[in-house]
């Protein structure tokens, strides 16, 4: 989490364009199969492991090990740093009058900080979104359209939008908001916080069915790799 907030720092202080993902089971398996989300995850100057999924398989690949790193936890940590040095945050998603709710929730446990705009994520013209985004002058963007929603509008958006820093938040305002409750930590630390949304939110099970695939995806790379090697 340390890192990621200094990468986000840096990102601040160097200007350009920035995308960060949140990467969990369910993204990396339709990154195997869909080109223009494999891109956009390829080209995130940061990519975060929000899910169990990813800090598996690059333990199976023999990948240097990391541990997870929340997108709703790092989020915050962006807001306590835009804060403290005065950036400028945008929310853009969630159903109408979740970003506003999230976004007086936010400016509560953070003093100071500056959210210039809110937009829900059922805007019918890109265009409209694009336009207050633009208007406010944010460094900081937040969108939480879901996945793959979110990722792909911020890759194909970012060099209009000229925003600093764009981070896909999935359901983290309805979190803020109070919509919707995070799992229990223990069950967190256990590695099971899919499981406790798929109780909450059955309608994920496409989510939670990634979490075998991933895996499996990850040992087939791992024995591609070693005959590789052998050859
Ligand atoms: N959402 C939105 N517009 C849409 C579809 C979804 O703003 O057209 C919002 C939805 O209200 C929720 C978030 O996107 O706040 C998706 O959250 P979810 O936890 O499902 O994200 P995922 O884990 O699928 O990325």
């Avoid at 986000?8 to 989300?37: F, K, P, S």
């Avoid at 210039?116 to 937040?142: C, M, N, T």
Wanted: aromatic share 6%; hydrophobic share 50%; glycine share 8%.
């Amino acid at each position: 989490m340390a890192q990621a907030v200094q990468a986000v720092r840096r990102m601040l202080q160097a200007g350009g364009v920035h995308q960060i993902v949140t990467a969990n089971g369910a993204m990396l398996v339709r990154a195997a199969r869909d080109e223009r989300i494999r891109h956009a995850l390829n080209n995130a100057s940061l990519a975060i492991a929000d899910g169990i999924g990813v800090v598996l398989a690059a333990r199976i690949l023999g990948r240097p090990a990391f541990p997870r790193v929340p997108g709703v936890e790092l989020a915050q940590e962006v807001c306590a740093l835009a804060a403290a040095e005065k950036r400028r945050v945008f929310l853009l998603g969630a159903a109408p009058g979740v970003a506003a709710a999230a976004a007086e929730v936010l400016r509560k446990r953070y003093p100071g900080l500056q959210v210039v705009g809110v937009v829900d994520g059922y805007f019918r013209d890109d265009s409209v979104a694009i336009d207050a985004i633009r208007q406010a002058r944010p460094d900081v963007l937040f969108v939480a359209l879901g996945f793959p929603r979110q990722e792909l509008w911020i890759a194909s958006h970012r060099e209009r939008l000229g925003v600093p820093v764009c981070m896909g938040v999935g359901g983290t305002l309805d979190v803020l908001a109070g919509r919707v409750r995070r799992a229990p930590q223990l069950v967190q630390h256990m590695g099971l916080e899919w499981a406790y949304r798929l109780m909450q939110e059955p309608r994920r099970w496409r989510v939670a069915i990634s979490l075998p695939l991933v895996i499996v995806l990850a040992v087939v790379e791992r024995v591609k790799e070693g005959w590789k090697r052998r050859q």
